[in-house]
């Protein structure tokens, strides 16, 4: 089977995180400990179709503002049609507020958040691949993001919550973001495509923690963002396990089947659904998929 690609694109217009350099080593040390091939620009060039189509997912690392001109959109418009997946950190929701195909596809945009604060975060879904190994109750330093609309409307999944009584915000709120109140989600079907009758729909997962440069050496958070990316992964919508797809890599590559994070077991990720669309159950799955995912006791 091919190995999964996956572009990082962490361009920023605006506020700029310290964090992103370390978000962007940690990833890729966890593609090489999983299997998993990261490459990572800045360049808002590079969003063109024929260089967007090798990778199997695009992730949005803590950008802010209008990162994107509009032949970029075009093309990651046309990558999300073709089958294309994305995963969204932290600052993704802060960018491109004015394009409607990719407030849909992340679910929801940034609106505010109170200072920097210790918070706890509740689960809301424990049988998610990226929220298995959490607490119940996880209590983390980070910051608390407001939304500009609820992401339920599009159809996502919240897999977590914050329990408001843990941390000051002092607003105002002016938006209406659902109860209880989201910090990350999941479509199982993205809802940024331009049709929702396309033959192949991939997936989208979000998070929006990942401030702190120490949150991104936290062995539970990585765990948290592993569970996310390889779970989108598995939309069986590119050629990573579709070789019917017509987006993604065609390398030849070995996913790890024993890797680790550090200090953490391991459970084996079963092999990619198939997608919910009537015309994504015909594409033949390449063998056994086995992603290691670290799981927290």
């Given at each position: 089977m091919a190995t999964p690609k996956i572009l990082i694109y962490s361009a920023t217009a605006g506020y700029r995180h310290e964090s992103i350099p370390t978000a962007v080593e940690a990833l890729q040390s966890l593609g090489?400990?999983?299997?998993?091939?990261?490459?990572h620009t800045e360049d808002r060039n590079k969003f063109q179709y024929g260089f967007l189509e090798q990778f199997d997912a695009?992730?949005?690392?803590?950008?802010?503002?209008?990162?994107l001109?509009?032949?970029g959109k075009d093309a990651f418009q046309r990558y999300l049609d073709a089958g294309g997946n994305y995963i969204g950190v932290h600052g993704a929701s802060a960018c491109l507020f004015t394009t409607d195909f990719y407030n849909r596809t992340v679910g929801a945009l940034f609106d505010y958040h109170p200072p920097l604060t210790?918070?706890?975060?509740?689960?809301?879904?424990?049988?998610?691949?990226?929220?298995?190994?959490?607490?119940?109750?996880?209590?983390v330093v980070d910051e608390m993001y407001n939304f500009r609309s609820d992401p339920r409307?599009?159809?996502?999944?919240?897999?977590?919550?914050?329990?408001?009584?843990?941390?000051?915000?002092?607003?105002?709120?002016?938006h209406d973001q659902g109860s209880p109140h989201p910090i990350a989600w999941y479509q199982e079907r993205l809802a940024g495509v331009s049709s929702l009758d396309r033959p192949l729909i991939g997936r989208s997962w979000y998070t929006s923690l990942g401030h702190l440069n120490s949150t991104w050496q936290d062995e539970t958070f990585l765990s948290h963002v592993l569970g996310g990316i390889t779970w989108t992964l598995q939309s069986n919508t590119t050629r990573a396990f579709n070789?019917?797809?017509?987006?993604?890599?065609?390398?030849?590559?070995t996913l790890s089947s024993s890797a680790t994070i550090s200090g953490a077991t391991t459970a084996s990720i079963s092999s990619p659904t198939t997608n919910a669309s009537t015309a994504n159950k015909s594409p033949t799955i390449l063998g056994a998929i086995v992603l290691a995912l670290a799981i927290f006791l």
């Open positions: 090489t400990r999983h299997g998993i091939s990261f490459e695009l992730l949005f690392l803590s950008n802010s503002g209008e990162v001109d509009q032949d210790n918070a706890t975060v509740v689960v809301t879904d424990a049988s998610h691949p990226s929220t298995s190994m959490l607490p119940q109750r996880w209590d409307t599009y159809g996502s999944k919240v897999i977590l919550s914050v329990d408001e009584s843990t941390y000051t915000d002092d607003g105002p709120r002016t070789s019917n797809a017509n987006v993604g890599n065609t390398l030849q590559g």
